[in-house]
């Protein structure tokens, strides 16, 4: 995300600050403007330490998917809340359940946490709770920030578990959904529940004259609509095998062709990448970008075996598309070698699959022919 800087990195994961989060920090300190710089600096520290409790939230969905295998590429702090953006969200509702779970309990646990704090210096003597609320209603003070933090906890809790997509609360609807049904339809019905819900939430938003909660209330209805197409793309790709799927009649190279032929071929034919053989096995890998970068480097008299990359991704022949997607993904990888058992079938890219997924979407009657995006993000 542009205009995004980073501030801080947790478990391998970098934390960046969205550019308008200023905005809300300046709201916060103007809160307290009645009481000079004291005020302001107060404000500032609540919506900061208000953020910090957001960030630990989505930590808690990060740690949690990264123990399921999943990468995640960063933490962004917008003026609206934090998202965690990885590089998927797991199709086994268990492992979807948790990850969307482990949000809201960090936040359970820092309300836990504040109450026992007041509960535990109440005991001693040190505080009291009439004290406390009471000065909780005036100016700043740590009364307040301690009030303050408790409830902001506790909402975050509250809204994030509203059933509805892209929400916590969705998520968890759609994993306990997907145990009893198929993927797609626990989608369908999540998604509508959801919809649902941000519609009652923007009939409140508008009544109430909170524009600000109109505005969320819009934001989820359409990432219901998205998750729903996103899902349907994914069911299509489970339901066929990469074996039937990559391109059988592909040009192949040997290791000792020139670096002419590659660049002949990838002239007449539009193939882009090509397997290397060595006898039926596989050395290497070359792609169209290989070759460019050879010839910008000005290395045009080498061959195959030069420009080739010697690994690529293995996946089996009857893994389904869908499965094929994940392990590039995690891989890192455009390419991936279609093996059946150690006999080496082909190549397959990514944009094998997307084609395969917009094609497999118009047969079965969907009109649209959305992309399988690489990816999820997590609130
Ligand atoms: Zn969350």
């Known amino acids: 995300m542009n205009w995004s800087f980073k501030v801080a990195r947790a478990s391998g994961i970098d934390i960046k600050v969205h550019i308008t989060f200023l905005i809300?920090?300046?709201?916060?300190?103007?809160?307290?403007?009645?009481?000079?710089?004291?005020?302001?600096?107060?404000?500032?520290?609540?919506?900061?330490?208000?953020?910090?409790?957001?960030?630990?939230?989505?930590?808690?969905?990060?740690?949690?998917a990264q123990r399921f295998g999943v990468q995640v590429r960063q933490i962004v702090l917008l003026p609206i809340g934090g998202v965690a953006m990885m590089q998927r969200i797991p199709s086994n509702p268990w492992q979807e359940l948790w990850i969307a779970v482990a949000g809201p309990?960090?936040?359970?646990?820092?309300?836990?946490?504040?109450a026992i704090g007041v509960g535990f210096n109440q005991a001693t003597g040190r505080m009291n709770l009439t004290d406390l609320l009471q000065m909780a209603r005036g100016g700043p003070s740590a009364g307040l920030m301690l009030v303050w933090l408790f409830q902001a906890n506790v909402a975050l809790v509250l809204f994030n578990m509203i059933p509805?997509?892209?929400?916590?609360?969705?998520?968890?609807?759609?994993?306990?959904?997907?145990?009893?049904?198929?993927y797609a339809?626990?989608?369908?019905?999540?998604?509508?529940?959801?919809?649902?819900?941000?519609?009652?939430?923007?009939?409140?938003?508008?009544?109430?004259?909170?524009?600000?909660?109109?505005?969320v209330a819009v934001f989820i209805f359409l990432a219901a609509g998205?998750?729903?197409?996103?899902?349907?793309?994914?069911?299509?790709?489970?339901?066929?095998?990469v074996g039937e799927a990559y391109n059988r009649d592909a040009a192949t190279l040997a290791e000792t062709d020139p670096l002419d032929t590659v660049i002949h071929r990838i002239l007449t034919s539009y193939q882009p990448d090509f397997a290397v053989l060595n006898g039926r096995n596989l050395a290497g890998v070359v792609t169209?970008?290989?070759?460019?970068?050879?010839?910008a480097h000005g290395a045009r008299d080498v061959s195959v075996r030069q420009v080739m990359k010697p690994q690529a991704a293995r996946v089996s022949a009857d893994a389904t598309l869908d499965q094929v997607r994940q392990t590039m993904s995690d891989a890192g990888a455009r390419l991936a070698a279609v093996y059946d058992g150690a006999h080496f079938l082909g190549?397959?890219?990514?944009?094998?699959?997307?084609?395969?997924?917009?094609?497999?979407?118009?047969?079965n009657g969907n009109g649209s022919s959305p992309r399988p995006k690489d990816g999820g993000v997590v609130v």
């Open 24 to 64: 809300i920090v300046i709201i916060g300190a103007a809160q307290f403007a009645a009481h000079g710089v004291p005020g302001y600096l107060f404000g500032a520290a609540m919506i900061l330490l208000l953020f910090l409790c957001v960030t630990l939230h989505e930590l808690g969905h990060s740690v949690v």
């Open 105 to 114: 309990l960090v936040n359970v646990v820092i309300a836990l946490a504040l």
């Open 164 to 182: 509805a997509f892209p929400l916590d609360g969705g998520r968890v609807l759609r994993a306990i959904l997907a145990m009893r049904m198929n």
């Open 185 to 215: 339809r626990a989608t369908a019905v999540a998604g509508g529940i959801g919809q649902f819900m941000a519609i009652l939430l923007g009939l409140y938003g508008l009544l109430a004259g909170h524009f600000l909660i109109l505005i």
């Open 226 to 241: 998205a998750e729903q197409v996103e899902s349907r793309a994914r069911t299509v790709l489970t339901g066929f095998r």
């Open 288 to 295: 169209r970008a290989d070759v460019i970068g050879a010839l």
């Open 347 to 363: 190549l397959v890219s990514t944009e094998d699959i997307e084609e395969a997924a917009a094609l497999l979407q118009f047969m």
